[in-house]
C-alpha cells in the first residue's frame, strides 16, 4: 500500500516552468507535475493519447476540481452527492474504529443501507478540497537575509508562514498550508476547504479489501479489491461543520464520470492525488546514509514492532481489532524499505548518485561567476547535512517512546498547555487554535486503539530499544522520573487511559498539569525541557540547511536548463498529475502480464487467513457471473493491472483515469523492486498497480448488493 511521507521539493512557477521549453519530458512514465505545467507537457501527454485539452487540467475545471485529499491519502468524488472514492487502507481507520467483537466490519465489511445508516468515520477524519495553489515565494523571504544565524533565518520564515497561513484561514471552512520548493528556493501556498463531517458509506470485507494481506503487498501479480467509500457532509447552507443530525451532503463542483469500458493493455492513462515524498533531487552523502545506515536501523525497529504487535495481539480478537490499523502500517512501510534497500543496491543508486552530483559540482567549479554563487551553500550544505544524519538517527530512537500511547498523550496535552501561555500566532505549529479539533481527536482516538497490557508490553520494548542510545543522548530526567515511579505503577495508577479524564485534560493549565500524580503526566513533565532543547537545535539546523539548500538548488536547475534537461518536481504532498501506459513488464524468467483475473484470485483463495475471498464473491466467479463487468479483450473480469505512472507515498486513493479524464480505477499500489524510485526513478522497473473500476462495480453489484451506491454514480444496477 502506498501511504503518505513527508515533503521536499516541487517546481517553481517561474525557472521551473522556463525549464520545460523546448524539451520534453524524460520519459512519459516517469515525474509528477504540477497542473500549472499541463501546457508545457501537454505535447507529451498528447502524443501518448490523451485526449482532453491539456489547459483543461487545471484546479477550476473537471476532472481536477474532482479530486480530494484525505490528509494522508488522496480522494476523489464520484457523484453529486459528496461520495468519495478511495483506498480500503485509507478507510482502514474508520473501518478499525467502528467495528468490535461481534460488530466486525474488519472481516466482515461495511454497507450502509441508506444516509441514515452512514457511520462517522475515525475521530479527525477530513475530506479537503483543494482551490487553489499560489507562489507566496516574495511573502515568505521578506526578512530572510544572509546575516541571520540558523535558528533566526527558522524563526522568519516560520513567523512568515504563519501569517499567510492566518490570512488564508480568515476564509471560513478553509485550510491552507505553505510549502517549500527547491528546498526553500521558492514557496507556494495550498488552499482547500476543510470538510470535517465525514462519514463511512462502504468497504468491501476484508477477503476483498486486503486480499492477500501482507504476503501479497507490494507485489504482482495482485488480486486486491483495495477501495472503499466516505461521504462529505456540510451543514444545510453548505457551509463546513462537524457532525450534526441535520448535516446534509455536500455538492461537489465536479465529480468523474465512471467510464462505460475499461482500459486495455496499452492505453493511456493518467493518476491525479498528492504524492507526500519523493528523494531524487537529494545529495549523494544524504543517499548514502540513507541506505547504509538510516532505512536499515528504520526498517529493523518497524519489523520488531510488527512481531510484538503480533504477539501481544495473539488469540484475542478485540485486541487484533484494536491493533489492526498500527500493524497494518507498520508491516506496510517495513516491506517498502525492504525493498527500498535492496533497489538501492540493486541500481547501483550510490555510484549513480556520485556521478550524477560530480558532474553538477564540476560544472560549478569549472567557471569562476557560478563558484562565487554557489560555491560557499555546496560547502554549507555538505557540513550540515552530516550534522543533520547524526541528528536522525537519535531521533528515530528517541521516537520509540510515543508508542506508549498514554505517554504520548500526556507529552500532547503538556506541550498544548505550555503552547497556549503563547499568542496564538506564537505558538508552534500544530499546536495553535487552528489545530485544537485534530488534537482532540488524536486523544479520542487512543480509546478504540489501545488496550493497557499491550501498551505496556509495547512500551517495555520501546524502552529496550531507546536505551541502546549512548547514555548522553538520553533523557536524563526522564530516566530519573521513570526509576522514581518504577514500571510497574505507571499502569497502574494512571487515569488517562480514561477517554473522558485524558481529553478533559486539554485545555488545562501547565501548572496543573505540572502538579499532576498521574505517572505519565509526570514522565511528559519531565521529558518537556529536553523537548525543547532538541527542538531549537532542530530548528537552527533547518534554518542552515534552507540557507544552503535553496542555492545549491538553484546552481542545479541553473546546471540542467543549461543541457536543456527539464525538472520535474520532487513530490512535497501538493496535488500533480502522472501519466503513462497500461503496461506489464518482463523480470529475469517472469512475465509479468498487465492484468490479473478474477479467476487469479480463486485460484489463490484457501479460505482462511489471507487468501479467504467472500463467499458471494466465490461463488459467482465459479458461476463467471460477470455481467457487463467482464472485459472483451480479456473475455474474464479483470481484477487488478499494471500502468507506467509515477506515484508514492501519498498517492493511495489517486483516481485513475482515462484519456477522456474518465474514472477507470484506483492507484493503491507499487511492487517492491520499483519503490526505489522514491530516491531514483528506474523506469524499467517502476510499475504502479491500480484496481480496476469494473472489479468496484462487480464487487459492489454481485457480491455486496450496493445498489443504491451505484445509481448514484450513474452506473446501472443490479442487472
Known sequence: ???????????????????????????????????????????????????????????????LNAIASLGGCSAAFLSPEGLVATN?????????????????????GFLAKDLAGEVPAAPGSRIYVIEDLRD????????????????????RLDANRKALIAACEKQPNRRCDVRPYYGGASYFLQQQLEIQDVRLVYAPAQGIGTFGGET??????????????????????????????????YRPKNWLKIASEGVKEGDFVMVAGFPGTTNRLRTAEEVRFNFAEYEPLWQRLLSDYATQIDRATAGDREAQIRYASILQGAENYEKKLAGDIAGADAIGLDARKQAEEQAYRDWVAADPARQARYGAAIAALDAVVAENNAAALKGLRSALLNRAQLLSSARTLYRWAKEREKPDAARESGFQ????????????????????AIDRQLFKAALAEYRQLDPADRDAAFEAALETIGFDRLYADTKLADTATRVGLLDRPAAELEASADPFMRLAVALYPG???????????????????????????????????????DANGSLRLTWGKVTGRTRDGEIWTPFTTAEGLLAKHTGKGEFDAPDAAVAAIRAKDYGR?????????????????????????SSTLNARGE??????????DGVISDWAYAAERNRTIHVDSRFMLWTMDKVDGAHRLLREMGVPAGE
Not at 521578506?142 to 535558528?151: C, N, P, Y
Not at 479489491?225 to 441535520?246: H, I, L
Open 1 to 63: 500500500m502506498i501511504r503518505k511521507s513527508a515533503m521536499l521539493f516541487a517546481v517553481t512557477a517561474g525557472a521551473g516552468l522556463t525549464l520545460l521549453a523546448g524539451a520534453a519530458p524524460a520519459g512519459a512514465e516517469e515525474g509528477m507535475w504540477m497542473p500549472r505545467q499541463a501546457n508545457e507537457i501537454g505535447a507529451a501527454m498528447r502524443a501518448d493519447g490523451l485526449e482532453l485539452d491539456p489547459s483543461q487540467l487545471r484546479l477550476d475545471a473537471a476532472p
Open 88 to 108: 480500503h487502507h485509507c478507510v482502514l481507520g474508520s473501518i478499525q474504529y467502528n467495528s468490535r467483537e461481534g460488530q466486525d466490519y474488519l472481516t466482515n
Open 136 to 155: 507566496v515565494t516574495a511573502a515568505m523571504l521578506k526578512g530572510v537575509t544572509s546575516r541571520l544565524d540558523g535558528l533566526a533565518r527558522y524563526e
Open 216 to 249: 501479497d503487498n507490494w507485489m504482482w501479480p495482485r488480486h486486491t479489491g483495495d477501495f472503499g467509500f466516505y461521504r462529505a457532509y456540510v451543514a444545510p447552507d453548505g457551509s463546513a461543520r462537524a457532525f450534526a443530525a441535520d448535516n446534509v451532503p
Open 433 to 452: 487554535d487552528r489545530d485544537r479539533a485534530q488534537v482532540a481527536a488524536r486523544l479520542t482516538q487512543v480509546e478504540r486503539r489501545f488496550l493497557p
Open 531 to 569: 523537548d525543547m532543547a532538541g527542538e531549537r537545535a532542530d530548528k537552527e539546523r533547518s534554518g542552515r540547511t534552507q540557507a544552503a539548500r535553496s542555492v545549491y538548488m538553484q546552481g542545479l536547475l541553473a546546471y540542467r536548463a543549461a543541457m536543456n534537461q527539464p525538472v520535474y518536481p
Open 629 to 653: 463487468y467482464a472485459s472483451p479483450e480479456l473475455g474474464t473480469l479483470p481484477v487488478d493491472f499494471l500502468s507506467t505512472v509515477d506515484i508514492t507515498n501519498g498517492n493511495s486513493g
Open 663 to 672: 474514472f477507470v480505477g484506483l492507484a493503491f499500489d507499487g511492487t517492491l
